[in-house]
């Protein structure tokens, strides 16, 4: 993926990455090639409700593109609360600032933080289980198929066992890892696997794509397009595959196209500064 070549895009990005690695770690942790925790800070423990939401990146690998036979592969962002503080990039900083300078209740106050403070408002509960989460992508995408029909989409990644969440006293009492050494021992035990459903709500006339903050009503289709089955446990070494991976928010495939969102072209920007700095640590 490329950097934005657009001067608002690439100075709000890097902005936003210097706001981001004073509130958590100087310089950006690693963390795991697909699940996460809110902050990325690997010291944190599971059981503490900062870590939400949890993360999830998948990154679908296609056939080599073969006019250059260079790998081809697209990602799937997603975190466990269908919410953002902010519609783009400017909103999205002033929140990041109002956090690394202490001044969250000020900033929640002002009438013009309203996707802020629907974002904090909005419950993110410790997942009983990484498999037992729901994981929203939140910026729309559109899916084109072979006679150049759009449809607008926004994906979500649905347990197939049921959302299950701890309260905070109970998800005091586990251990400092137990979401991911859970995870392993589910995917590893030789019970049932850790399964999701891949599925997109679909938008309809007049739905906004341009900013995630609005939500489509509820009623909109769901249609699954798939079974995201997690059954081995990558062995490499985790530190160099963490580093290696850099998710990329704007797919970069034939049939699947970026909305008008204007977050997406900053989160890429952002993602890739931050990725090639881990890579460079
Ligand atoms: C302007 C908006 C946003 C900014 C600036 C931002 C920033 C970042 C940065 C710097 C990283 C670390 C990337 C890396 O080092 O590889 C990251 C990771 C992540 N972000 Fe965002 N983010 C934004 C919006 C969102 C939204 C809307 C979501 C919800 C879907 C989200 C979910 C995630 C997840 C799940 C990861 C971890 C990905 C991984 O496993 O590497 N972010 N974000």
Same mark, same amino acid.
């Given at each position: 993926?490329?950097?934005?070549?657009?001067?608002?895009?690439?100075?709000?990005?890097?902005?936003?990455?210097?706001?981001?690695?004073?509130?958590?770690?100087?310089?950006?942790?690693?963390?795991?090639?697909?699940?996460?925790?809110?902050?990325?800070?690997?010291?944190?423990?599971?059981?503490?409700?900062?870590?939400?939401?949890?993360?999830?990146?998948?990154?679908?690998?296609?056939?080599?593109?073969?006019?250059?036979? $260079?790998? %081809?592969? /697209?990602?799937?962002? #997603?975190?466990?609360? !269908?919410?953002?503080?902010?519609?783009? &990039?400017?909103?999205? =900083?002033?929140?990041?600032?109002?956090?690394?300078?202490?001044?969250?209740?000020?900033?929640?106050?002002?009438?013009?933080?309203?996707?802020?403070?629907?974002?904090?408002?909005?419950?993110?509960?410790?997942?009983?289980?990484?498999?037992?989460?729901?994981?929203?992508?939140?910026?729309?995408?559109?899916?084109?198929?072979?006679?150049?029909?759009?449809?607008?989409?926004?994906? $979500?990644? %649905?347990? /197939?066992?049921?959302? #299950?969440?701890?309260? !905070?006293?109970?998800?005091?009492?586990? &251990?400092?890892?137990? =979401?991911?050494?859970?995870?392993?021992?589910?995917?590893?035990?030789?019970?049932?696997?850790?399964?999701?459903?891949?599925?997109?709500?679909?938008?309809?006339?007049?739905?906004?794509?341009?900013?995630?903050?609005?939500?489509?009503?509820?009623?909109?289709?769901?249609?699954?397009?798939?079974?995201?089955?997690?059954?081995?446990?990558?062995?490499?070494?985790?530190?160099?595959?963490?580093?290696?991976?850099?998710?990329?928010?704007?797919?970069?495939? !034939?049939?699947?196209?970026?909305?008008?969102?204007?977050?997406?072209?900053?989160?890429?920007?952002?993602?890739?500064?931050?990725?090639r700095e881990r890579r460079a640590a």
């Open positions: 993926m490329p950097l934005s070549t657009d001067p608002s895009v690439s100075q709000t990005g890097e902005t936003i990455l210097h706001t981001l690695k004073d509130i958590f770690h100087p310089p950006p942790g690693i963390r795991p090639a697909r699940f996460s925790s809110s902050t990325g800070i690997p010291s944190l423990p599971d059981s503490n409700p900062n870590g939400n939401p949890r993360g999830l990146a998948l990154r679908f690998h296609l056939a080599p593109d073969p006019a250059t036979g $260079r790998r %081809v592969h /697209t990602d799937i962002i #997603a975190h466990s609360v !269908d919410a953002f503080p902010g519609r783009d &990039g400017g909103e999205a =900083l002033a929140f990041f600032a109002a956090v690394k300078e202490g001044r969250v209740p000020e900033f929640l106050a002002d009438p013009a933080s309203e996707s802020a403070r629907r974002f904090v408002a909005a419950p993110k509960p410790t997942p009983a289980g990484l498999e037992r989460g729901e994981y929203f992508a939140v910026n729309t995408f559109v899916l084109v198929d072979g006679e150049g029909k759009r449809t607008n989409v926004r994906y $979500r990644i %649905v347990p /197939t066992k049921g959302v #299950a969440s701890l309260s !905070d006293e109970e998800a005091e009492g586990k &251990g400092p890892d137990f =979401l991911y050494e859970g995870l392993k021992e589910t995917v590893q035990g030789g019970g049932d696997p850790a399964t999701f459903k891949l599925v997109v709500q679909v938008g309809e006339e007049g739905d906004v794509t341009g900013d995630n903050t609005v939500k489509w009503p509820e009623e909109r289709k769901l249609v699954e397009l798939g079974e995201i089955k997690l059954d081995t446990v990558v062995e490499d070494d985790p530190v160099a595959a963490a580093k290696k991976i850099i998710f990329d928010p704007i797919p970069r495939v !034939d049939g699947v196209e970026p909305s008008d969102d204007p977050l997406l072209e900053v989160r890429a920007h952002t993602y890739l500064l931050s990725g």
